[in-house]
Each structure stands twice: as C-alpha cells, then as structure tokens.
Nanobody, 119 residues
Framework: QVQVVESGGGLVQPGGSLRLSCTAS????????MGWYRQAPGKQRDVVAT???????NYANSVKGRFTISRENAKSTVYLHMDNLKPEDTAVYYC?????????????WGQGTQVTVSS
C-alpha cells in the first residue's frame, strides 16, 4: 500500500502565497496524471489542477493565472504553488497520484490539508 503525505496547508491572508506538496512513500515508476482537488464545507469536491506524465497542465477557471502545478517524477512528488489567494480558496485540499501497474491504473489519495484564507 502506497502512503501519500501532504503538507503546506495553513492560515494565510488574502493576497498571500502558499505552496502545497504531496509525496508518495515509494517511487512511482510508471506515473500517469497527478492532481490537486479541493472541497469547501457544504460543497462538492472539485478539481483544481492536473498534470500529465508529459507535463501537460490543466487548471480550473477560478485559479488560472494564480496557481501553478508541477511534479518531480523521480521523487513521486507533486506541488501546488498558490499566489494571490482569495477567501473563496478556503477548502481542504487533496492530492491524487495515478500509477500504472501492468494493465491496471491505481489512484493514491492524500488525507487532505486545510487551507484557510482570511484576514
């Protein structure tokens, strides 16, 4: 079983910056997509950003121009750098990693980290 550890959450002021990181307990040799998701109280879980094994990225419209997703395959790590944070960014953020083993794909989820944007 692969363990996924997230870090970097916390309390920040509007307009501030924060970087989230997520690392798997082992090196993922055939990594596929990685992504960040978030869920605010009373709302559904939404995708924030994804990145493929080739480095292609996609962002939710609400975070375009403010958030940047990146990955280090050798370290099985995915990052989310967040700039110009807004109160509506407040949520629990989850990371997901997908690994191909044989003919099957497996998803590994982190436990979530709280991000609160408030003055």
């Amino acid at each position: 079983q692969v363990q996924v550890v997230e870090s970097g959450g916390g309390l920040v002021q509007p307009g501030g910056s924060l970087r989230l990181s997520c690392t798997a307990s082992k090196i993922i040799l055939k990594g596929l997509s990685m992504g960040w998701y978030r869920q605010a109280p009373g709302k559904q879980r939404d995708v924030v950003a994804t990145i493929t094994s080739d480095g292609s990225t996609n962002y939710a419209n609400s975070v375009k121009g403010r958030f940047t997703i990146s990955r280090e395959n050798a370290k099985s790590t995915v990052y989310l750098h967040m700039d110009n944070l807004k109160p509506e960014d407040t949520a629990v953020y989850y990371c997901k990693m997908r690994e191909r083993l044989g003919h099957k794909d497996y998803d590994y989820w982190g436990q979530g980290t709280q991000v609160t944007v408030s003055s």
